[in-house]
């Protein structure tokens, strides 16, 4: 039987279906790149080759999922695909061959969670949230409860807390993210990362440290510590932001993970996922409530505009933005350059009364801005 794989290339193409699973896999850990994609098997395969079968029944369920789709309807799957959660299928298996011992059953079970997977991810396309492994994660808890005493974890040995058991603990806190366990894994996964995106490998492996860390702070044990099992969750949450956001996003996941702990739920990587969703929310919030350098980009655009078009030789002229985060804060053009000249690093901030705000280089023309008639709504302006 042979399966010819969605892909953006042609679908004859035996190296293209190959990348295309390459890529599929590689969004497990949010990079879909074909060299992430074959590290992160090689990662899981090095731990468990069961679970490695696992990830390819669950990504090969997944784009027969696709495949038998009426032609209209696959547009949805095309955008599952290509954004970072058309794993879903591949994580839905591995965690019924993580849970479930019996093969015959785990490989039934990821077919099924699997196909299940994928169809909540495209309908949860739609949505302007991203929805990361949240559908693996739903067919999962729906499942989970009757076989939850079947899981082979094992036991962990206890570890010597020295300088190269923090530093394997690193790089085995990436293996949980496929299931599997060890520094190796976890090193593979962590190349593969870089393979795509360098810097985002630095903050994934920052991620799964400062996660062990707070996870020891919050009481848990040296050997779980130590063992890479409290890293993933840190580690995914790190990986969509960089620096601007990712210490945040990592220790809310922590937070979140050792909530879920005390609940008694299994987490599985539900953490990362609610403390990535309230990151964007609140970045979101922060860009409907401020001035951003992307508004003043828009008003010096608009200023070349009117510039371009001669809407700039009547007295007076202006363009103006306001921020609902600063009341009675404006920006406007600087005094003495022309329209064409107006960029947004020199667009200079004022008050309602046409104060200077802060450091300018440039003076403004006050007097036409306070000249505009009194039923401009100055105070009541929505955000730039």
């Given at each position: 039987?042979?399966t010819?794989l ?14 295309s ?8 850990v ?6 992430t ?7 899981v ?5 069961r679970?490695?079968?696992g ?9 027969l999922?696709?495949?038998h ?6 547009c ?6 290509r ?10 298996a591995?965690v ?6 019996d093969?015959?059953q ?5 077919i ?5 997977a ?20 739903l ?7 009757l076989?939850?005493?079947?899981g ?5 040995p206890?570890?010597?807390?020295d300088?190269?058991?923090?530093f ?9 993210i ?6 190796f894994?976890?090193?593979l ?5 870089f ?7 630095g ?12 996870h020891g ?10 063992s ?7 580690a995914?949450?790190?990986?969509p ?9 990592i ?16 987490a ?14 609140f ?16 008003l010096a ?9 001669g ?13 609902t985060?600063e ?12 329209f ?7 667009l ?11 450091d ?10 306070a000249r ?6 100055r105070?009541?302006m929505?955000?730039?």
């Open positions: 039987m042979s010819v969605p892909s953006d290339a042609d679908p004859f193409c035996i190296g293209e279906r190959f990348r699973v390459a890529r599929a896999i590689g969004q497990i949010l990079q879909r790149h074909a060299a994609g074959a590290l992160v098997f090689a990662g395969l090095c731990a468990s080759p679970l490695a079968c990830l390819l029944l669950g990504t090969l369920a997944g784009a999922c696709f495949l789709r009426p032609r209209s309807h696959r949805r799957f095309v955008r599952v695909s954004r970072p959660y058309g794993f879903n299928g591949a994580l839905a591995l019924a061959f993580a849970f479930v011992q093969d015959s785990a490989a039934a079970l990821a099924v969670t699997a196909i299940a994928m169809l909540i991810a495209g309908r949860l396309s739609c949505l302007s949230m991203p929805a990361f492994s949240a559908p693996a994660i067919t999962t808890w729906c499942w989970l409860p076989f939850a005493d079947r082979d974890t094992g036991a962990i206890p570890v010597s807390a300088w190269q058991a923090i394997e603990a690193s790089f085995a806190g990436l293996a949980p496929t299931f599997a366990t060890g520094a894994a976890g090193a996964i962590a190349l593969g990362i393979a795509a995106r360098p810097s985002r490998a903050w994934t492996l920052f991620g799964s440290a400062l996660g062990a860390v707070l702070l919050g009481g848990a044990s040296d050997a779980v510590v130590l890479g099992a409290c890293g993933f969750n840190a995914l949450a790190a990986v932001y960089g620096k601007r956001f990712a210490v945040a996003s220790v809310l996941a922590v937070l979140i993970e050792r909530v879920i702990d005390c609940i008694g739920i299994t599985l990587t539900a953490p990362f996922v609610l403390a990535s969703w309230t990151v964007i929310a970045v979101r919030y922060l860009a409907r409530t401020s001035v951003k350098p992307a508004a003043r980009i828009d655009a608009a200023y070349r505009l009117i510039a371009l078009n809407w700039d030789n009547v007295v007076y002229t202006h363009v103006f933005a306001s921020a985060g009341p009675g804060r404006f920006l406007i053009n600087p005094f003495g350059l022309a064409d000249e107006v960029t947004a690093g020199n200079v901030k004022i008050d309602i009364d046409g104060n200077v705000i802060g300018s280089a440039h003076p403004v023309n006050a007097t036409g801005f505009m008639p009194p039923s401009t709504p105070t009541a929505p955000p730039a």
